[in-house]
């Protein structure tokens, strides 16, 4: 168990890091001259839910302390920039208990009364679960069966291609695995048989299953106020596009601020220790840098410190701790070979705040980069190594060829080695959907035969698809800015740096490589230093624990080398 501790490198009235029970969050005081009595514990959900929500909910918790109330946001365990759940625990109730912790920490570590929780869909549910010592709920859009809410995972797992390739691997949608007896204990749950709650409830969300729930709350004699969920749609779409749901957070603050308008003088201070999650052979701090950039350096506590220090990009508009933890959990494998890694939000993302819109692709990330290979530096750092996912990867590469300083990339699915305004953001709908590896890989299987005879392949759409790359394949590799790109590559070579590339078989980033640099590379791997891999199953996002488990190997074995 780990004690509560608050960063206090910051303004009063600044956003701080805390950790508890393994559990890592951020604590946002109250704004203002007085607080109110009560404060907030903003639970999020799970999986992909909790990337879409984590700025949408720092969000709110900002305008909540800026009206009074000390907030409390934090990552469950196995999820986010917490540590992972201890073999033999069960994640229902360790996630239960989260949020009980949850509660009391805010109550330590701010002076309030008593506690509301705010839950954004399955961490609505656990509000709900836990709600005994709740002053008041706040359900956004909660799951209310719990076998309906794995049904719509696993046909979203079915049809995105992210469930698991391993039969022994737990059931994964989007980065989240649930182990057998997990589910089981989340199909048994249903809040219309939930036998006490909160005094006040607000609850965001127009289905019939809540019309149901609303129902039985008031039964047991609660104050329910029933609002839709405008917004809902733009709140889950990926998160480098989605949109916080600017009409309902504006009801839930002033839900919160007619109903507990009662105020209290702020504690004179937070307490006085670093944040810090501590694992068997590594030691997390959050930090603020830069351009009021958030990240956590990750360092070695089992082994002497190398030279050498990783930077973890964001993958795509994703938080830092990546899909499915996968930043998070390469930082901690590669503290077991002495390499100390930031993980960091870029401006706009995550937990860093941004002056104005950001792109993906078009918004720079040199500032960010130049302000963590400082901040890496005065750790000790001598040689930078970049990691990055998707367009993490993309900026990893453009910037390290760009920076001596950096000495190293690893990239994982780029599905973007030079980006062109116009290109479409959605990987996933480009064309067909397949590499054209993939295509050729397939011409060799008797089950595409059989589809074939059974009328099953558009050979039509799959041949306009062919012909249409290969003609875009040609424009591009004779483009002056894939003549660059190739420069660049050689320059980093010649000056001794080494990067990797991983690729699934289907996975567009193969057909960037081959574009640029020819069949399987070549051009690439021409270079001393410049190597990659085709692994098949890889997923684009990471979404399977195969992929990661794939991509630490690798990672591993990089450092290593």
């Not at 006040?200 to 839709?228: I, N, P, W, Y």
């Not at 350096?297 to 082994?303: G, L, N, S």
């Not at 002056?355 to 040689?383: F, N």
């Not at 980093?492 to 990067?499: D, E, I, L, S, Y």
Request: aromatic content about 6%.
């Amino acid at each position: 168990m780990i004690s509560p501790q608050i960063a206090t490198d910051a303004p009063a009235d600044a956003a701080r890091a805390l950790s508890f029970a393994g559990s890592f969050g951020w604590f946002h005081p109250a704004t203002q001259g007085l607080m109110r009595k009560v404060g907030v514990v903003i639970v999020p959900g799970l999986g992909r839910d909790a990337r879409c929500g984590h700025k949408p909910l720092r969000l709110l918790a900002e305008s909540l302390a800026d009206l009074g109330f000390p907030v409390l946001r934090y990552d469950h365990l196995g999820e986010g920039d917490s540590l992972p759940l201890g073999e033999g625990d069960e994640a229902l109730a360790a996630w239960t208990q989260g949020v009980a912790s949850a509660a009391k920490v805010l109550r330590d570590a701010s002076g309030v009364d008593e506690v509301v929780l705010v839950g954004l869909r399955f961490g609505a549910t656990l509000a709900a679960l836990a709600q005994a010592e709740a002053r008041g709920l706040v359900l956004l859009a909660p799951v209310i069966l719990g076998r309906r809410w794995l049904r719509e995972l696993k046909v979203a797992a079915a049809v995105g291609r992210t469930s698991s390739l391993d039969p022994a691997d737990a059931f994964e949608a989007e980065g989240l695995s649930l182990a057998a007896d997990t589910q089981a204990r989340i199909s048994a749950i249903d809040l219309t048989a939930v036998n006490a709650t909160a005094p006040k409830v607000l609850m965001v969300a127009q289905t019939e299953a809540s019309d149901l729930l609303g129902e039985h709350l008031k039964a047991l004699g609660a104050e329910v106020t029933r609002s839709d969920f405008p917004g809902y749609e733009a709140l889950f779409e990926d998160a480098h596009s989605n949109l916080p749901p600017a009409e309902v957070f504006g009801r839930v603050a002033a839900w919160l601020d007619a109903n507990y308008p009662d105020l209290k003088a702020k504690p004179s201070a937070a307490p006085a220790a670093p944040a810090a999650l501590v694992g068997t052979d590594f030691r997390e701090e959050a930090v603020r840098f830069g351009p009021d950039l958030a990240g956590v350096i990750c360092r070695p506590t089992a082994v002497e410190p190398s030279r050498r220090a990783a930077i973890i990009c964001n993958t795509g508009g994703d938080p830092r701790a990546g899909i499915g933890g996968f930043s998070a959990a390469a930082a901690r494998l590669l503290a077991g070979q002495g390499v100390a890694t930031l993980r960091f939000d870029f401006a706009g993302l995550g937990d860093s705040p941004s002056v104005g819109p950001v792109h993906v692709y078009e918004t720079s990330r040199t500032a960010d980069l130049d302000a963590a290979i400082i901040l890496m530096q005065a750790q000790g750092a001598e040689e930078i190594i970049l990691i990055g996912a998707c367009a993490g990867g993309y900026h990893a590469l453009h910037y390290a060829c760009r920076d001596p300083r950096v000495g190293g990339m690893f990239v994982i699915n780029a599905a973007k080695m030079i980006w062109r305004p116009g290109d479409s953001l959605a990987i996933d709908k480009r064309d067909q959907g397949k590499s054209t590896e993939a295509y050729k890989q397939g011409v060799g299987r008797p089950e595409t035969w059989l589809r074939l005879l059974r009328g099953q392949v558009d050979v039509v759409a799959v041949a306009r698809t062919l012909l249409s790359r290969l003609a875009s394949r040609w424009r591009k590799r004779a483009n002056p800015e894939a003549e660059q790109l190739r420069a660049d590559m050689a320059a980093f070579a010649a000056r001794g740096g080494r990067a990797h590339l991983l690729m699934g078989v289907e996975d567009p980033s193969l057909d960037e490589v081959v574009t640029y640099f020819g069949p399987a590379g070549r051009d690439w791997r021409a270079h001393e230093g410049l190597t990659l891999s085709i692994r098949q199953g890889l997923d684009h996002s990471l979404a399977r624990r195969f992929s990661r488990k794939t991509a630490l190997a690798e990672l591993a074995a990089f450092f290593q080398a």
